[in-house]
């Protein structure tokens, strides 16, 4: 921010308007001099007031009616009036304050008096004026510093530039990241902050993984350098910050682990397949077995059963020679029957004719 002109009337010190052109000469360095009480902190305290609406130091707070003159006739209304250029990118744009402070004015009719409020204005580099309530955030924007700051960085009063230097960190840091604009760049290192904690975050997660996998390889006892790896092993899991040599050399070591792992799976893959295929010779040859026991027992049973039958054969017999007698006497008992039945019919039909004789 930088002062181009400042007017003032009624205001402390500054009874008459009183205009003060800081581009009459072309120079960036002026002495303000004069005798004590001549208002030489009057002039500070209007580009103040201008801008944050308070003119003060730290130790002597003015506002309000005690920033009205006492040199004027009460019916002038006090002002300030403020024209300052702030950087744009190669340019530069001008802003006007006007800020009347709260004072008091004769009434228009009979005796007395009335106090007014304080009013701003602000008129933007286009011509056009910003909205009064909103006045003062934006010039606490335009200007980047709060009034608190600009006292400590821009408009030191006097006796007060002790409290920039015994400041704390953080307070200095924030007034000159807002005089410097280096915003930007805190905001870069907030952001590589973040992606730094993530990015430890994520590490840790895949430390714990890692250790949690590694905690799960079985080491051969029957491996010559079993005992080495083991000891590894043990350091990776309790270490709390992961080695990356020390995960090389374990993936190192398990890859030649796994080699000999490999040989000693496929030898022992090529006797599986053996002992297999003469499990399933004798497999296939007790089958058989059990096959050719069945058909020994069943030929013993039909042996039996034909001794059985050989000393059973008279009694065969016997009973054939019954079977075929018993069927002879039904067959004759049948020709019995109709000789029978014959003989009754023969009976009854002489009987019928001795009777119709």
Same mark, same amino acid.
């Given at each position: 921010?930088?002062?181009?002109?400042?007017?003032?009337?009624?205001?402390?010190?500054?009874?008459?308007?009183?205009?003060? @052109?800081?581009?009459?000469? *072309?120079? *960036?360095?002026?002495?303000?001099?004069?005798?004590?009480?001549?208002?030489?902190?009057?002039?500070?305290?209007?580009?103040?007031?201008?801008?944050?609406?308070?003119?003060?130091?730290? +130790? *002597?707070?003015? *506002?309000?009616?005690?920033?009205?003159?006492?040199?004027? @006739?009460?019916?002038?209304?006090?002002?300030?009036?403020?024209?300052?250029?702030?950087?744009?990118?190669?340019?530069?744009?001008?802003?006007?304050?006007?800020?009347?402070?709260?004072?008091?004015?004769?009434?228009?009719?009979?005796?007395?008096?009335?106090?007014?409020?304080?009013?701003?204005?602000?008129?933007?580099?286009?011509?056009?004026?910003?909205?009064?309530?909103?006045?003062?955030?934006?010039?606490?924007?335009?200007?980047?510093?709060? !009034?608190?700051?600009? +006292?400590?960085?821009? +408009?030191?009063?006097?006796?007060?530039?002790?409290?920039?230097?015994?400041?704390?960190?953080?307070?200095?840091?924030?007034?000159?990241?807002?005089?410097?604009?280096?915003?930007?760049?805190?905001?870069?290192?907030?952001?590589?902050? !973040?992606?730094?904690?993530? !990015?430890?975050?994520?590490?840790?997660?895949?430390?714990?993984?890692?250790?949690?996998?590694?905690?799960?390889?079985?080491?051969?006892?029957?491996?010559?350098?079993?005992?080495?790896?083991?000891?590894?092993?043990?350091?990776?899991?309790?270490?709390?910050?992961?080695?990356?040599?020390?995960?090389?050399?374990?993936?190192?070591?398990?890859?030649?682990?796994?080699?000999?792992?490999?040989?000693?799976?496929?030898?022992?893959?090529?006797?599986?397949?053996?002992?297999?295929?003469?499990?399933?010779? !004798?497999?296939?040859?007790?089958?058989?077995?059990?096959?050719?026991?069945?058909?020994? @027992?069943?030929?013993?049973?039909?042996?039996?059963?034909?001794?059985?039958?050989?000393?059973?054969?008279?009694? /065969?017999?016997?009973?054939?020679?019954? /079977?075929?007698?018993?069927?002879?006497?039904?067959?004759?008992?049948?020709?019995?029957?109709?000789? +029978?039945?014959?003989?009754?019919?023969?009976?009854?039909?002489?009987?019928?004719?001795?009777?119709?004789?």
């Amino acid at each position: 921010m930088r002062p181009l002109r400042l007017t003032m009337q009624a205001f402390g010190s500054y009874g008459k308007r009183t205009v003060i @052109d800081f581009e009459q000469t *072309n120079q *960036n360095l002026f002495l303000i001099t004069g005798d004590t009480g001549a208002g030489k902190t009057t002039i500070f305290d209007a580009i103040v007031f201008a801008l944050y609406g308070e003119a003060s130091s730290g +130790m *002597n707070k003015k *506002n309000g009616t005690e920033l009205q003159s006492q040199y004027v @006739d009460p019916g002038v209304e006090p002002f300030v009036e403020l024209v300052f250029s702030e950087a744009a990118g190669d340019s530069r744009e001008e802003y006007t304050i006007r800020r009347v402070p709260r004072h008091v004015r004769p009434l228009k009719r009979g005796t007395g008096v009335k106090e007014e409020s304080e009013s701003v204005a602000l008129t933007m580099p286009d011509g056009s004026e910003y909205p009064q309530k909103e006045t003062d955030r934006k010039l606490e924007k335009i200007v980047g510093l709060t !009034k608190s700051q600009f +006292m400590q960085v821009v +408009m030191i009063a006097q006796g007060e530039f002790m409290e920039l230097l015994r400041a704390k960190s953080d307070d200095k840091k924030m007034i000159f990241r807002k005089l410097f604009h280096t915003e930007l760049y805190a905001k870069i290192v907030d952001e590589l902050g !973040k992606r730094r904690k993530g !990015k430890q975050q994520e590490m840790a997660q895949i430390r714990t993984v890692c250790q949690t996998e590694v905690s799960h390889v079985d080491v051969p006892e029957d491996y010559e350098q079993a005992e080495e790896l083991t000891e590894l092993k043990k350091r990776i899991v309790s270490s709390d910050q992961l080695s990356a040599v020390d995960m090389e050399r374990l993936l190192g070591d398990l890859g030649y682990l796994c080699d000999v792992l490999k040989e000693r799976c496929d030898q022992a893959q090529k006797e599986y397949d053996a002992a297999d295929r003469k499990h399933l010779e !004798k497999r296939d040859a007790y089958t058989a077995g059990i096959q050719l026991l069945k058909r020994f @027992d069943e030929l013993e049973q039909a042996d039996q059963e034909l001794s059985g039958c050989a000393s059973e054969e008279d009694e /065969i017999r016997k009973a054939e020679e019954k /079977i075929r007698r018993i069927s002879g006497a039904y067959e004759i008992q049948a020709v019995y029957q109709r000789y +029978m039945d014959a003989a009754r019919t023969l009976e009854s039909k002489k009987k019928n004719l001795a009777e119709q004789e």
